[in-house]
């Protein structure tokens, strides 16, 4: 589990492909400070796995699916990538509860630069707008951010200098992908509503008291 919050920029040292995945090892000075072999890390947003741990270097295995699902099949060497921790219990929550699991790519369509921040414009496919809220939360390549605006299959963010910089964010240009992980609390909710929905559909609506009851004798 992630909060959102950036801790350092790394920069993609080697791409192997193995069997259809990547082997992908990156140069990083603050997280790999008692990072090890097996903890997760946030990879522009994508949980994973630490497999080979040096001084100021780790690998992770990209497998198909995620390679197929993010933006991690188009790192090149030298590109820079957001990279967090998992948090811990106990931290603070300084964005809001990101899992690492990517639920699509989104295109980013405009950036206009304001007073002091920038406006992202962002592109996603439409399956995905039942969770999109206006000021609900939203993950964007592992950044935490708040939704300023929604239409109907793209929504708008607003960047502070500080994260601006502070990520890779700054190297963004219109046309690029980046990874979208919409909030996993809305997700809960349709799952619960439709067991419910199915439920009622299939005359399942009783208690377990009542179905204990009803069952036929033995």
């Not at 000021?135 to 708008?156: P, Q, W, Y």
Request: charged share 25%; proline share 3%.
């Amino acid at each position: 589990m992630f909060t959102g919050i950036i801790e350092e920029v790394g920069i993609i040292k080697i791409i192997k492909p193995v069997s259809g995945s990547y082997k992908i090892t990156v140069s990083a000075g603050l997280v790999t400070n008692d990072l090890k072999i097996d903890d997760s890390i946030s990879l522009n947003g994508t949980c994973q796995t630490v497999v080979q741990k040096s001084d100021k270097e780790f690998s992770v295995e990209a497998v198909e699916e995620t390679l197929r699902k993010t933006t991690l099949g188009k790192f090149h060497p030298g590109n820079k990538v957001n990279l967090e921790r998992a948090m811990r219990l106990g931290d603070r929550l300084g964005g809001h509860l990101v899992q690492g699991h990517v639920d699509c790519t989104g295109r980013i369509q405009s950036i206009q630069s304001e007073g002091t921040g920038k406006l992202l414009l962002i592109e996603f496919p439409i399956e995905f707008a039942k969770y999109v809220v206006p000021l609900g939360s939203v993950c964007i390549d592992g950044v935490s951010l708040t939704i300023a605006k929604k239409e109907i299959n793209r929504f708008m963010v607003s960047i502070i200098p500080h994260t601006w910089k502070m990520t890779t964010f700054c190297e963004l240009e219109t046309g690029k992908y980046v990874n979208l992980e919409f909030d996993i609390i809305g997700k809960y909710i349709e799952s619960i509503n439709d067991s419910r929905i199915e439920n009622k559909i299939n005359n399942k609506n009783k208690s377990y008291l009542e179905q204990f009851i009803e069952q036929p004798d033995l």
